[in-house]
């Protein structure tokens, strides 16, 4: 819902709220939405200010590529629901972008 976007403040707006932490979760929630309806790389960065552990899970939209690598870059700094949307949209690609990036990362090895 357009209504959801909060429109009339910016993503660096959004982003700040995230200070608020609990009481944040309609800057998520609006940030969520803008990245559903118009997704751009100032509000997946706005998003970012949110962190991982948000008040609310809202459920993340399709992710282009280049946001999806983005959120795989550093998946412990985004919300689960985008992390798992980054590994969806990398999935379905023809590489299988987040095993590179764990194997890379060493995320399994001991």
Excluded: C
């Excluded at 976007?5 to 959004?14: I, M, S, Y």
């Excluded at 280049?66 to 919300?79: C, G, K, Q």
């Amino acid at each position: 819902m357009r209504q959801q976007e909060l429109r009339p403040l910016t993503d660096a707006a959004l982003a700040d709220m995230a200070a608020y932490t609990t009481a944040a979760w309609p800057a998520h929630l609006a940030l969520t939405a803008r990245m559903t309806n118009d997704p751009t790389a100032d509000t997946l960065a706005a998003l970012k200010a949110h962190g991982p552990r948000t008040s609310v899970q809202a459920e993340a939209p399709r992710l282009a590529p280049d946001a999806a690598a983005t959120v795989l870059e550093s998946p412990f700094d985004y919300p689960i629901s985008f992390v798992a949307a980054a590994d969806r949209a990398a999935r379905s690609g023809s590489d299988a972008y987040l095993a590179d990036v764990a194997a890379d990362a060493k995320w399994f090895s001991s």
